[in-house]
C-alpha cells in the first residue's frame, strides 16, 4: 500500500469523517435515536489515517506530493 493521500486531502477527510460520525450519533446525547448513515463517516477517517485511498490507484491520482516525487 503505497501512500496516495496528501495533507490537506487528509484534513478535509478527518474533518468529514468526524463531522459525519458526529451528526449520526449526537441525537442518541440528546434522548434521540442514533442516525447510523453517520457511520459513513468511518471510511474518509480510515483512509484518512492510513494516508491511502482505495479509489486513487484505480482512477491513477495521488494527492501525495511527496509521495509522488519518490517514484
Known amino acids: 500500500m503505497t501512500k496516495n493521500v496528501g495533507g ?3 484534513i478535509v ?3 468529514a469523517g468526524l463531522a459525519l460520525l458526529a451528526w ?3 441525537p ?3 434522548g434521540g ?3 447510523w448513515l453517520g457511520a459513513i463517516g468511518v471510511v474518509p477517517l480510515f483512509t484518512a489515517l492510513m ?4 479509489l486513487y490507484p484505480l482512477l ?3 494527492t501525495c506530493a511527496k ?3 519518490e517514484k
Open 8 to 10: 490537506i486531502d487528509r
Open 13 to 15: 477527510r478527518l474533518v
Open 24 to 26: 449520526g450519533f449526537a
Open 28 to 30: 442518541a446525547v440528546s
Open 33 to 35: 435515536e442514533i442516525n
Open 51 to 54: 494516508n491511502w485511498c482505495p
Open 60 to 62: 491513477g491520482i495521488s
Open 67 to 69: 509521495c509522488s516525487a
